[in-house]
């Protein structure tokens, strides 16, 4: 995860705490960073004006004073849970956890009487929350793609083949109830598709990408597309 989106999303588990807060120990096993980054995040929130409290001793932690972040929106409790389903869901989607971020953001701000009746509607909905592998891998093949990066990655294939690759990022792909990321791979000097959950360690190196585009690809199947932003 970039040090902006772990910012963000820290800011959010803040001001989620309300008045109990949360441990520095805490948010460093929730983002998987050291004690000494949690502080020097939590430096940079206060300097950028947010109202970020700390309690000293025994039992303290962080905080952040109640503000609002979003006007008042209008949800059914269904339509609530409709989101919250869909990102817990989709644990081992790309930039899963600033969706699950930005949905936590929304419901925190729905009228009371919805969101009582999202929570009880939300107990009547079960999902798998098995783990969707190392939160170090995604984060890396999220930059490598958005800041067009080539990442290194280390790979094991269907039969058990363990390879060392470079590869340009291209997109993430879902299908057949698998992620994946389809990229230029230096080693192959070829386009291939590698299943997320297959790759055992990866890193964003300095090397931009150079600028294969997603045309390459191919179009995709009839029953498939990029996601829309918009209208």
């Not at 989106?5 to 989620?16: D, I, K, N, V, Y």
């Not at 206060?46 to 109202?51: A, F, I, Q, V």
């Not at 009228?111 to 909905?125: C, K, M, N, S, W």
């Amino acid at each position: 995860m970039k040090r902006s989106e772990r910012l963000h999303a820290m800011s959010e588990a803040l001001r989620r705490s309300g008045t109990r807060g949360v441990t520095a120990a805490g948010l460093a096993a929730q983002f998987g960073v050291s004690l000494r980054t949690v502080k020097r995040d939590i430096d940079a929130l206060e300097n950028s004006g947010l109202p970020v409290w700390a309690r000293p001793g025994p039992g303290g932690g962080y905080g952040m004073l109640a503000q609002g972040n979003l006007p008042p929106i209008t949800l059914s409790p269904a339509q609530a849970v409709a989101l919250l389903a869909a990102v817990t869901a989709a644990a081992d989607a790309p930039f899963a956890d600033l969706a699950t971020a930005g949905v936590r953001k929304i419901l925190d701000v729905l009228d009371p009487a919805t969101r009582v009746h999202a929570g009880e509607l939300a107990q009547r909905i079960w999902v798998d929350n098995a783990a969707p592998g190392p939160r170090t891998v995604r984060s890396a093949l999220e930059q490598g793609l958005a800041d067009q990066r080539v990442v290194r990655i280390r790979y094991v294939s269907a039969e058990g083949e363990e390879t060392t690759r470079d590869v340009e990022p291209m997109i993430f792909a879902a299908t057949g109830g698998h992620w994946y990321l389809i990229g230029w791979c230096r080693l192959r000097g070829a386009i291939r598709w590698f299943r997320t959950s297959r790759v055992l360690s990866a890193r964003t190196t300095n090397d931009a990408c150079t600028g294969h585009h997603v045309d390459e690809i191919g179009p995709p199947p009839a029953t498939a597309g990029p996601l829309q932003a918009g209208n």
